[in-house]
């Protein structure tokens, strides 16, 4: 019997360790690059020599042999959960954009380096004064039931993205000068846009609005009809069908105004459990899905696969402060907070390596994002406690964690303590801990709180939170697109009319040096006032089998292959 | 007998009143805000913008009112409007319902197919290797929880070696030929239907089990043995035929808990059935489809109990109700 058992025993771990075994090969490297960099010290440049750990991913992605063929179904793994409505206005979650984007067209897209090119509009011209826009849209724009794209589509689209009491409203983005933006047909594909005043962002803001077809979507409740379930666009692709909870096919539309996509299908695979995507991968159910750095070490020595990191930086990690918060009022607390900060401990310590340091607002995909302004302050403790001293936070019962001395609205002796939360426990909780140690160094006490996303929603939303792990990102090269996070009702209570002047004068400029000159001016009162403690730029990866090749020099962002360019997608084989 | 169905019958409904009153104020009182995930979370709230999402969604009337309303569509027939997709609540869970139901049933099956053979030769002999092996094997299979087997299943026989779907009810594109489309369902029903099943299993082992040792010790298996009767006739005649009785019973209370959705194990393989809907809904604080998924759980639940209980009262003489 004992014997029995024993060799069971030995068998089951025999299994476990078998299924355990990885290959030894490496797909990603980590490399450490000696980098010499120009630091000013004290007045006068130096030059000095750092040591950057820079991430190199190596992939041994052969050269496709093969040219870029018609044919062959692509199989898409979305592990962001179900799209809820397939209707363009509504959109608002990752999965419906990546599937949108096959489907429907905008009047401008972008491109490759983020330069914006003709979609719908073959071409397009301001006026003189720079307050008329002018789209021409194409004679061959169809949409997939035949019908033309008119200009009536465009103007009925952006008169609804303009109901200020729908749920879906940019009533604000398709504003300048608070005054809505006037839309007049001038033929059946000619469509006038009348400005009060020149605003900057206009066309890339018409790269994130879907076109819809005006004959096929109820005017008096756009988000109700067969519309939802069923779109109908003018895209590279069709909708053909949506098993919900399972998958989403569409194929491809022969009536594209530009050549038939390569791809006969693309379907789409909702994968819930991240877990069971990397497998489902690896076994060939799906072709490609998006993951994180965590999971690399999962798809070592796969030859089958291929590991595309996200190289647009559009994804940033930032500590979001509410400045009403009584301790966190005082912008020397916040600076000192920031100087504590050791951002290399948590690109390690969090990404693995994978990860770069942020301390800017605006994401290095936007075009005023500048390398060198404004500069990423020094790790330094010390710095930090002097400024916490002199904010009035000091520690004179020696436990370690600094009391209020002498600060304004709170008793002296509260002790120097608030509480860091977060939304999302698997993307930002690993920050939690790190920032508990780091910040413990210069006295403070912090206490740390994992949620799920309705319930830290709830909390943030009535601004009883300090302060908050979180990200954003996919705002693109558009300065403007950030204008959202800094709104009325932003979770930072932050309300500078300064800043708010920036926002303003940024949007009526047209030129782009001298938009870069204000938000210029804008970066660096947030690094003053710091609202916010920008942490990384986080990378994203893409996961292919090698059958899956984009035609077109260079590769893009999970999220451009999909919404943008799903057209030069092909497959080496079936 | 009848009277008595009927009684309970009657007394379904109240029941049913009481447990959506109930789902619907813990709903609410949990928190976050539906009109919150038409927001992106990562980006800034306007309040106009949230006010708008919430009184088109009715959310700015009092609890009580939303319920009365609720309920007054409910008595027509209607459960309401997803608001994630806008679409008819029962249009939602009836999409799902079959997937569901098959998955639950597969595994009802296979539990019973394993437990009962299992329970029995462990009882008939009792404390022999056999029954040490299934012993130890139902309590692995009683602790281990699912979620960890599914996703240990999955690394094993889709990510090593291979030979097993990881997502969905069919591969993409689904075979043609009818007995390929047959292999290939079976292949993705496989290790959803063992780690649905596989409590359910181990636990019923251990229950067939000591039924049957009960039953084997009663006054009349040893009557009829000693009428002569040889020990098959004795077994499968009588102790057997006694000792499923509360098996029995227990598999059909069991299954109106996997119609009601098996969250985890359909979430882990992607299975498009109510219990995924019913996660992605109680995600994102979806309470029409919540409600509806409640109240269909609570109702089938309730039928079963009551069917389970005329069923004992047919198959057990000693059974009476009055």
């Known amino acids: 019997m004992k014997k029995f058992l024993s060799l069971t025993f030995v068998f089951l771990i025999g299994v476990t360790l078998v299924a355990g075994c990885a290959t030894p090969t490496p797909e990603v490297q980590v490399v450490k690059e000696t980098v010499k960099e120009t630091v000013i010290v004290e007045g006068t440049p130096q030059v000095v020599e750092k040591e950057i750990t820079k991430v190199v991913v190596v992939t041994s992605t052969p050269e496709p042999a093969t040219d870029p063929r018609y044919g062959g179904t692509f199989i898409a793994g979305v592990t962001f959960g179900d799209p809820d409505t397939l209707n363009p206005i509504d959109c608002?979650?990752?999965?419906?954009?990546?599937?949108?984007?096959?489907?429907?067209?905008?009047?401008?897209?972008?491109?490759?380096?983020?330069?914006?090119?003709?979609?719908?509009?073959?071409?397009?011209?301001?006026s003189g004064d720079g307050k008329e826009l002018t789209f021409y849209i194409r004679e061959n724009a169809n949409w997939s039931d035949g019908q033309p794209v008119t200009a009536e589509d465009v103007i009925f689209t952006l008169e609804e993205l303009q109901d200020p009491d729908a749920p879906y409203t940019r009533i604000h983005d398709l504003s300048i000068a608070g005054e809505p933006i006037q839309f007049e047909a001038v033929d059946a594909k000619t469509v006038k846009f009348i400005m009060a005043d020149s605003y900057g962002p206009i066309l890339s803001l018409m790269s994130d609005m879907w076109i819809m077809p005006k004959h096929l979507v109820n005017a008096d409740d756009p988000l109700a009809g067969p519309f939802n379930q069923q779109p109908i666009g003018s895209g590279p692709f069709k909708f053909v069908e949506w098993k919900q909870g399972e998958s989403l096919t569409v194929e491809a539309n022969e009536g594209y105004y530009d050549s038939r996509p390569y791809l006969d299908k693309i379907v789409f695979r909702m994968i819930p459990s991240k877990e069971a995507a990397v497998p489902a991968l690896q076994s060939g159910e799906i072709d490609a899905v998006e993951v994180r750095s965590s999971q690399l070490p999962?798809?070592?020595?796969?030859?089958?696969?291929?590991?595309?990191?996200?190289?647009?930086?559009?994804?940033?990690?930032?500590?979001?402060?509410?400045?009403?918060?009584?301790?966190?009022?005082?912008?020397?607390?916040?600076?000192?907070?920031?100087?504590?900060?050791?951002?290399?401990?948590?690109?390690?310590?969090?990404?693995?390596?994978?990860?770069?340091?942020?301390?800017?607002?605006?994401?290095?995909?936007?075009?005023?994002?500048e390398a060198s302004e404004p500069t990423l302050p020094e790790y330094d403790v010390e710095a930090a406690k002097a400024l916490l001293e002199e904010a009035g936070w000091k520690d004179e019962d020696g436990d370690g964690i600094r009391e209020a001395h002498g600060v304004e609205g709170l008793d002296d002796g509260t002790p120097f303590s608030f509480e860091l939360i977060t939304?999302?426990?698997?993307?930002?909780?690993?920050?939690?801990?790190?920032?508990?140690?780091?910040?413990?160094?210069?006295?403070?006490?912090?206490?740390?709180?994992?949620?799920?996303?309705?319930?830290?929603?709830?909390?943030?939303?009535?601004?009883?939170?300090?302060?908050?792990?979180?990200?954003?990102?996919?705002?693109?090269?558009?300065?403007?697109?950030y204008r959202g996070m800094w709104g009325k009702g932003n979770t930072y209570q932050y309300h500078n009319p300064k800043v708010n002047e920036l926002w303003d004068a940024g949007a009526r400029e047209v030129d782009e040096a001298k938009r870069k000159a204000i938000y210029d001016e804008m970066e660096n009162i947030y690094a003053e006032e710091l609202p916010i403690i920008p942490i990384a730029f986080d990378y994203t990866f893409l996961a292919t089998r090698h059958r899956v090749v984009l035609d077109e020099a260079g590769l893009y962002t999970f999220g451009t292959v999909w919404t943008y360019y799903s057209e030069k997608l092909y497959v080496t084989q079936e | 007998m009848t009277r008595y169905v009927i009684q309970r019958v009657v007394q379904i409904i109240p029941m049913?009143?009481?447990?959506?009153?109930?789902?619907?104020?813990?709903?609410?009182?949990?928190?976050?805000?539906?009109?919150?995930?038409?927001?992106?979370?990562?980006?800034?709230?306007?309040?106009e913008k949230l006010a708008n999402i919430r009184r088109s969604l009715g959310l700015d009337q009092p609890?009580?009112?939303?319920?009365?309303?609720?309920?007054?569509?409910?008595?027509?027939?209607?459960?309401?409007?997803?608001?994630?997709?806008?679409?008819?609540?029962?249009?939602?869970?009836?999409?799902?319902?079959?997937?569901?139901?098959?998955?639950?049933?597969?595994?009802?099956?296979?539990?019973?197919?394993?437990?009962?053979?299992?329970?029995?030769?462990?009882?008939?002999?009792?404390?022999?290797?056999?029954?040490?092996?299934?012993?130890?094997?139902?309590?692995?299979?009683?602790?281990?929880?699912n979620f960890w087997i599914g996703l240990l299943l999955i690394y094993i026989f889709v990510g090593q070696l291979g030979i097993l779907p990881a997502v969905g009810t069919e591969s993409i594109p689904a075979p043609t030929d009818a007995w390929a489309r047959f292999v290939d369902s079976l292949k993705h029903y496989i290790m959803p239907t063992v780690v649905l099943g596989m409590q359910s299993m181990a636990s019923w082992a251990r229950y067939q089990r000591s039924s049957l040792l009960e039953v084997i010790r009663q006054d009349y298996i040893r009557t009829a043995r000693a009428k002569g009767l040889c020990e098959t006739t004795v077994l499968l005649r009588h102790a057997l035929r006694n000792a499923l009785i509360p098996l029995i019973t227990l598999a059909m209370l069991s299954v109106p808990r996997l119609l009601g959705g098996a969250f985890i194990t359909e979430s882990i393989f992607s299975w498009p059935g109510?219990?995924?809907?019913?996660?992605?809904?109680?995600?994102?604080?979806d309470y029409p489809i919540i409600q509806g998924i409640t109240l269909m759980s609570a109702a089938l639940v309730l039928l079963a109990n009551l069917l389970a209980d005329i069923l004992y009262a047919m198959v057990d003489p000693r059974v009476r109700y009055d």
């Open chain 1, 298 to 369: 999962q798809l070592q020595g796969d030859r089958n696969l291929v590991v595309i990191p996200d190289p647009d930086y559009d994804h940033a990690v930032q500590f979001r402060i509410n400045t009403k918060s009584p301790i966190l009022s005082n912008h020397l607390v916040r600076q000192a907070l920031n100087i504590a900060t050791d951002r290399e401990e948590y690109i390690w310590g969090v990404w693995g390596g994978y990860a770069e340091p942020s301390n800017t607002m605006f994401s290095k995909a936007a075009f005023c994002w």
């Open chain 2, 16 to 47: 049913l009143i009481l447990i959506s009153i109930l789902s619907f104020v813990l709903m609410r009182l949990a928190p976050g805000d539906p009109a919150r995930f038409f927001l992106d979370p990562e980006k800034a709230v306007e309040p």
């Open chain 2, 63 to 145: 609890v009580p009112i939303q319920y009365i309303r609720w309920l007054g569509r409910v008595l027509q027939g209607d459960l309401g409007y997803s608001f994630r997709s806008r679409v008819p609540v029962a249009e939602e869970i009836f999409a799902r319902l079959p997937n569901t139901v098959k998955l639950g049933l597969a595994a009802t099956l296979l539990s019973l197919i394993v437990a009962i053979p299992v329970g029995t030769i462990s009882a008939l002999k009792q404390y022999s290797i056999f029954d040490y092996l299934s012993t130890l094997f139902a309590f692995l299979g009683i602790s281990m929880p």
């Open chain 2, 274 to 285: 109510v219990g995924r809907l019913a996660v992605h809904a109680l995600y994102t604080r």
């Open chain 1, 92 to 126: 608002d979650s990752y999965t419906c954009g990546q599937v949108l984007g096959t489907i429907f067209s905008y009047l401008v897209r972008l491109g490759p380096g983020g330069q914006l090119q003709p979609d719908l509009a073959e071409t397009w011209e301001f």
């Open chain 1, 423 to 481: 939304y999302s426990a698997a993307r930002y909780g690993p920050l939690l801990p790190i920032a508990q140690a780091q910040w413990k160094k210069v006295g403070l006490d912090l206490k740390i709180r994992v949620l799920e996303p309705a319930a830290a929603g709830e909390i943030i939303d009535a601004y009883e939170h300090d302060m908050y792990a979180g990200g954003w990102g996919s705002f693109g090269r558009e300065p403007q697109m």
